[in-house]
Structures are given as C-alpha cells and as structure tokens.
C-alpha cells in the first residue's frame, strides 16, 4: 500500500529506496521520511503461523526462517528479513513484534503515557527511529503544528503537580523523568497520517543534535482478530 503524502513542504519526504531514506537529511519542517513501496507476498500467513500465546511476541530471525510458508508466504518473509539486514547493516538493532495490543497505562486518570498516546521518541545519542508496518493497523504520525504538549496544558499540567511532591525548582526534571514531557494531544481539527502498510519510516527523535523538532506519532487502535506485524527500532 502506498499512501498519498502530503505536498511538497511538508513534514513528510518521500524517497524510492534504503539509501535515500538513511542518507536524506531532516530539516526545515521535514522530520519523517517514507520509503513508499507495495510489497508482494502473503503477511498474513506469517502472522497466522505464529502462535500469539501472550499480547506481544518478538520473533527472531531463526524462529521467521523456521516457519513452514507458501510461496508467497516465503516472498513476505524474504522482505521482511532483507529490511532486516538493511537496517542492522545501518547501525540499527531492528525488533520483530507481533502484536495483539500494547499495555494500557492507566496510572494516572488524566494521562496516559502508553504507546496509544501521541508522543515522541527520546534518544541520549543521534539516533533515529525506523518502523514498517507488514500487516494490521498502521501507526500515525501527528503533525507538530497540530499537537501540544501534554505538560504546558494548564489543567493537566496542575494534575501533574498534586501527584509531585518535591521542590519546585525540580518539577521539570520529574516530568522528563516520568516521560510525562515525550507526550502530546492534538489541537482541534487535528488530523493524524496513517504510515500505511509496507511503508519504510524514519522519524525524527528528540536528541540534543537533532536539526528538527521530534516527529509525533502513535500506536493505532488494534482491529479484534488482527494482530500487528511490526518492525520497528
């Protein structure tokens, strides 16, 4: 599946191949970039090979090869193990999950800080993240001039500050601590991208030499009955 990206000056550049995607810089207002591709093969029986006994299950490159697959089954396989490479070739540790639903944070009533929530990536070091969806639900990206961090809304950032108990001078510190500060919620009218299915991302994280601002994004709402194939790191 190809998605349709936004025009020319927005947040998202689209690229045709691996290299592309690593070597093209984020700047400007661009901080997520899309290898666009319409794969061939049969993902769902890899997903319907693997028996998803706990909510997530990662699965290594031994137990993707030892699955018994039907030609086409065995063509979605071959894609996935080449982004594979591809991307540990680039310095990446990609994780194979197949996925159920994440868990829910329910901790605090007024914020969530689970994966189904916007938020952004934090790294010490430059890094970056990558991510493709084979089957399921895709994940959506937030434009940054639609979301506003979750800390600097007044009535949830006086919620925030019953539940610290320090002195003031270290609020923030507890924030970032807590990840409160990675989250964010969409402005009226907001609307979401969907990365699509196939779809190679690399979004911007928040590190201190990062050119951008830290893309926006989330899990989506699992379908009942049809799990997510994801790679991601």
Known sequence: MIINLPPTGHQIKG????????????????????????????????VNKVALSENIVVLDQEQLGALQLSEQGQLARDIILQDWQLLTA?????????????????AYPFFSTD???????????PADTFLCTYYGAASEILPNAQARQKVLVPEIRE????????PAEGFESFLSEHFFDLHYQATAGAQPISLGTGNLWRLATDHSGSPVLPCVH?????????????LIC
């Open 15 to 46: 690229v045709t191949n691996f290299k592309d995607l690593v070597a093209t810089p984020f700047k400007g207002a661009v901080n997520a970039i899309c290898w666009t591709r319409t794969l061939t093969g049969d993902f769902e029986e890899i």
């Open 90 to 106: 680039h310095g990446a540790a990609p994780v194979l999950n197949l996925i159920r639903c994440y868990e829910r944070d329910d």
């Open 218 to 230: 989330r899990a989506p709402k699992e379908k009942p009955g049809q799990p997510r194939l994801l």
């Open 159 to 166: 919620e925030l500050q019953k539940i610290y108990h320090g």
């Open 115 to 125: 994966v189904y929530s916007f938020h952004v990536d934090r790294s010490d070091l």
